[in-house]
C-alpha cells in the first residue's frame, strides 16, 4: 500500500519555492528557488513535446555547474519569459554563476500548456515570474492545488472531458535524517492512477484506447507533466542526472498512459549539499525519489 508521505518540498533544508497564480485565466507559474551559491541541478526530458529553456546547461557532459532556480510555468511557449523575470531578480541580489566581469543566474524552465483552459490569452510574463521569487524569499511552504503551474493543469483530455489537477508535493525523511522531496505539476495526456491502478482523476483513458481506439488527437505538446526532485544528500551532476531518470518512474506508476507523443514531460533533480550526516547511497536516494514524486502526483488529483 502507497505511504502518504508527508511534508512539503520545502521541507528539504536549502529548498523554497513561490507561486504567481492567475486563477481568472487559469494559469501560473512557480519558482523552485535554490540556495545562494546555487544547486547541483540535472534534467530529463521524457515527453515527445516539450517546451523548455537552459536545459542544454544541466547535461552532466557540460560546464555549468549549477542553478539558482527552476522555473516550472503553465502558457506554453509564452510562459519561458517567467524566467527572465527571475534572472531579474537574482541579478538584483547578486546572484549567478561568475562569467567575467558579470553574474549569470543560471534559470532552467520547462512549460506546459494550459491555453484555452481558462483565457485562451493569458500566460506568466517576466513580471509573474519575477512575483514568485519574491514569494519564494518569504519561505512559505510550496502548498498543492490549482495554484501556479498547477493553476490551468487538466488531465484525462483526450475523450473530451478534461479533469482539473493541479501541483502536488511530498517529501520523505531518510534513516540519519537526510530529506527527498518532489513538487509536480499534472497536465498529462492520461489519468491519474492509484497504486492499485484505480483512476483518480481522468477518463479511464488506458481502457477507452484499448477499447474505443484513438479518437480525433489532441495538439502536439498540448499534455506535460513538470517535476522537480530535490534532496539535500551531495551529489554530483552525473548523479543528479540519473536521479531525474529513475524519478520518471513514478510518472509510470501514477499517469496511465504516460511519456506520449502528446506530452513532454520533464523532471529536474537537484541538490543543496547541505546534508552533513555521512554518504548516503545514490540507490537510496532515488528509490525515495520515486515513491515521493508518485505520492506528489497523486497529492495533485486529489489535493
Same mark, same amino acid.
Given at each position: 500500500?502507497?505511504?502518504?508521505?508527508?511534508?512539503?518540498?520545502?521541507?528539504?533544508?536549502?529548498?523554497?519555492?513561490?507561486?504567481?497564480?492567475?486563477?481568472?485565466?487559469?494559469?501560473?507559474?512557480?519558482?523552485?528557488?535554490?540556495?545562494?551559491?546555487?544547486?547541483?541541478?540535472?534534467?530529463?526530458?521524457?515527453?515527445?513535446?516539450?517546451?523548455?529553456?537552459?536545459?542544454?546547461?544541466?547535461?552532466?557532459?557540460?560546464?555549468?555547474?549549477?542553478?539558482?532556480?527552476?522555473?516550472?510555468?503553465?502558457?506554453?511557449?509564452?510562459?519561458?519569459?517567467?524566467?527572465?523575470?527571475?534572472?531579474?531578480?537574482?541579478?538584483?541580489?547578486?546572484?549567478?554563476?561568475?562569467?567575467?566581469?558579470?553574474?549569470?543566474? @543560471? %534559470?532552467? +524552465?520547462?512549460?506546459?500548456?494550459?491555453? $484555452?483552459? *481558462?483565457? =485562451?490569452? /493569458?500566460?506568466?510574463? &517576466?513580471?509573474? #515570474?519575477?512575483?514568485? @521569487? %519574491?514569494? +519564494?524569499?518569504?519561505?512559505?511552504?510550496? $502548498?498543492? *492545488?490549482? =495554484?501556479? /503551474?498547477?493553476?490551468? &493543469?487538466?488531465? #484525462?483530455?483526450?475523450?473530451?472531458?478534461?479533469?482539473?489537477?493541479?501541483?502536488?508535493?511530498?517529501?520523505?525523511?531518510?534513516?540519519?535524517?537526510?530529506?527527498?522531496?518532489?513538487?509536480?505539476?499534472?497536465?498529462?495526456?492520461?489519468?491519474?492512477?492509484?497504486?492499485?491502478?484505480?483512476?483518480?482523476?481522468?477518463?479511464?483513458?488506458?481502457?477507452?484506447?484499448?477499447?474505443?481506439?484513438?479518437?480525433?488527437?489532441?495538439?502536439?505538446?498540448?499534455?506535460?507533466?513538470?517535476?522537480?526532485?530535490?534532496?539535500?544528500?551531495?551529489?554530483?551532476?552525473?548523479?543528479?542526472?540519473?536521479?531525474?531518470?529513475?524519478?520518471?518512474?513514478?510518472?509510470?506508476?501514477?499517469?496511465?498512459?504516460?511519456?506520449?507523443?502528446?506530452?513532454?514531460?520533464?523532471?529536474?533533480?537537484?541538490?543543496?549539499?547541505?546534508?552533513?550526516?555521512?554518504?548516503?547511497?545514490?540507490?537510496?536516494?532515488?528509490?525515495?525519489?520515486?515513491?515521493?514524486?508518485?505520492?506528489?502526483?497523486?497529492?495533485?488529483?486529489?489535493?
Amino acid at each position: 500500500m502507497e505511504q502518504p508521505y508527508a511534508g512539503d518540498v520545502t521541507d528539504v533544508p536549502g529548498i523554497r519555492v513561490g507561486h504567481w497564480t492567475d486563477s481568472v485565466g487559469r494559469t501560473g507559474c512557480t519558482v523552485v528557488l535554490l540556495p545562494d551559491a546555487g544547486a547541483v541541478t540535472s534534467v530529463d526530458v521524457r515527453g515527445a513535446a516539450p517546451g523548455t529553456r537552459e536545459t542544454d546547461l544541466l547535461d552532466p557532459a557540460n560546464t555549468v555547474p549549477v542553478a539558482h532556480a527552476i522555473v516550472l510555468t503553465g502558457g506554453s511557449a509564452f510562459g519561458l519569459a517567467a524566467a527572465d523575470g527571475v534572472m531579474r531578480r537574482l541579478a538584483e541580489r547578486g546572484i549567478g554563476l561568475a562569467a567575467g566581469p558579470a553574474l549569470v543566474p @543560471i %534559470v532552467p +524552465a520547462a512549460v506546459l500548456f494550459d491555453l $484555452g483552459y *481558462g483565457d =485562451v490569452s /493569458a500566460h506568466p510574463t &517576466a513580471d509573474s #515570474g519575477y512575483a514568485a @521569487i %519574491v514569494a +519564494a524569499e518569504q519561505g512559505a511552504p510550496c $502548498g498543492t *492545488g490549482p =495554484v501556479g /503551474a498547477g493553476a490551468g &493543469a487538466t488531465v #484525462g483530455k483526450l475523450f473530451g472531458d478534461a479533469t482539473a489537477t493541479g501541483l502536488g508535493t511530498a517529501m520523505l525523511r531518510l534513516p540519519g535524517g537526510a530529506a527527498v522531496g518532489a513538487l509536480v505539476a499534472v497536465n498529462a495526456v492520461g489519468d491519474v492512477v492509484a497504486e492499485d491502478g484505480s483512476v483518480l482523476a481522468g477518463a479511464d483513458t488506458v481502457s477507452r484506447l484499448l477499447t474505443e481506439g484513438m479518437p480525433a488527437p489532441p495538439i502536439p505538446g498540448s499534455n506535460t507533466t513538470l517535476a522537480v526532485v530535490a534532496t539535500d544528500v551531495p551529489m554530483t551532476k552525473p548523479q543528479a542526472r540519473r536521479l531525474a531518470v529513475v524519478a520518471h518512474d513514478a510518472l509510470a506508476r501514477a499517469i496511465r498512459p504516460v511519456h506520449t507523443s502528446y506530452d513532454g514531460d520533464t523532471v529536474f533533480a537537484t541538490s543543496t549539499g547541505l546534508y552533513v550526516g555521512g554518504p548516503v547511497d545514490p540507490l537510496v536516494v532515488e528509490t525515495a525519489a520515486v515513491e515521493v514524486l508518485a505520492a506528489a502526483i497523486r497529492r495533485a488529483a486529489t489535493p
